[in-house]
């Protein structure tokens, strides 16, 4: 069932991932990935919520690949730092995580 959502999903919602496939409606699945990591505690002082949106490429997912977008990005360098599930990389200061395989 479809959620009507009053505010933007998204602060930066990508277009495209890094393998250039166009993302939309029925191409991406999104999942949300608590969390307790520097930009997740930021986000959530401005009633984001403690974790990470999580983004999937669908059409990398066919093909044997991996694209995930984390929205806010994910900080993996801090010790405190976890995502649950911890199943997505991330490069510290980047919004895109791309497992390129």
Not at 9 to 23: A, D, K, M, V
Not at 33 to 38: F, R, W
Not at 64 to 70: C, D, I, L, P, T
Not at 72 to 83: I, M, S, T, V, Y
């Amino acid at each position: 069932m479809p959620w009507n959502v009053p505010v933007p999903l998204f602060e930066h919602e990508p277009e495209r991932c890094p393998r250039g496939h166009e993302l939309g409606p029925g191409r991406v699945h999104i999942s949300w990935s608590p969390c307790v990591c520097q930009p997740a505690r930021e986000a959530a002082e401005r009633g984001r919520g403690l974790g990470h949106l999580r983004l999937e490429c669908l059409t990398c997912d066919d093909e044997g690949h991996r694209s995930v977008y984390f929205e806010p990005p994910h900080d993996p360098a801090q010790p405190q730092a976890r995502l649950v599930p911890a199943d997505g990389p991330s490069a510290p200061g980047s919004p895109l995580a791309a497992g390129i395989t």
